[in-house]
């Protein structure tokens, strides 16, 4: 199946939300600025494992220039609400050891945390990897992301314990999914992924 990334997607979260689903591009810098201005000190160190106030411009520029195929980032946005910037957004890097694996990691707006968005935006990553040759997913947990760490394990992911930090791997096999609230939902949501594609 080919993967038409200039596509937008427009859908509902589970509660009702109306949502945009885009691929991010150059022209998000300043609605990615904003949105992590907005995270929570406790969101924001989760995500980059450290305390700060602003955003660095450099990752910036690198988050919203995905090449779409070494680098591919995705964002679900508000269609209604204009004070919101972002409801979340997903991206991962290929490895350059291991083409068939990727880094992936999510930031979800403190207001819509465990309302479906990182189930929403793993399910596109998935769908796009799998266009391009990727079979797992990696991603990089903080000890104390008690959250993040109980919804990789309940998708099936294993685990390997670091000084700081869990490597949670996840494989890019439907049939491996565990039969949890986090598993069958993320069946869902692929489907209707691979349905929006077609």
């Known amino acids: 199946m080919a993967f038409d990334s200039a596509r937008a997607f427009d859908l509902q979260l589970d509660e009702g939300t109306p949502v945009l689903l885009r691929v991010l591009t150059p022209e998000d810098r300043g609605r990615i600025a904003e949105a992590f201005s907005l995270l929570s000190p406790e969101s924001r ?31 679900v946005l508000h269609r209604q609400r204009e004070d919101m910037p972002g409801l979340g957004g997903g991206s991962f890097w290929r490895m350059k050891d291991d083409a ?36 797992r997913f990696v991603g990089h947990v903080l000890t104390e992301n008690l959250a993040m760490r109980a919804w990789w394990d309940a998708l099936g992911a ?3 314990e670091r000084q700081r930090h869990w490597v949670m791997t996840l494989l890019l096999d439907e049939s491996l ?16 992924v691979r349905e929006a594609m077609n």
């Open 45 to 75: 160190y989760f995500r980059f494992w450290t305390r700060f106030r602003e955003i660095n411009p450099r990752f910036i520029e690198e988050l919203c220039s995905p090449d779409q195929r070494d680098h591919v980032a995705w964002a």
């Open 100 to 135: 068939t694996a990727a880094e992936v990691s999510f930031t979800v707006a403190d207001e819509f945390q465990g309302k479906g968005v990182a189930t929403l935006l793993l399910a596109v990553l998935w769908v796009h990897a799998e266009t391009l040759g990727i079979r």
């Open 158 to 160: 294993t685990s390997e």
């Open 177 to 192: 999914l565990q039969d949890s609230h986090a598993g069958l939902r993320l069946r869902e949501k692929l489907a209707w």
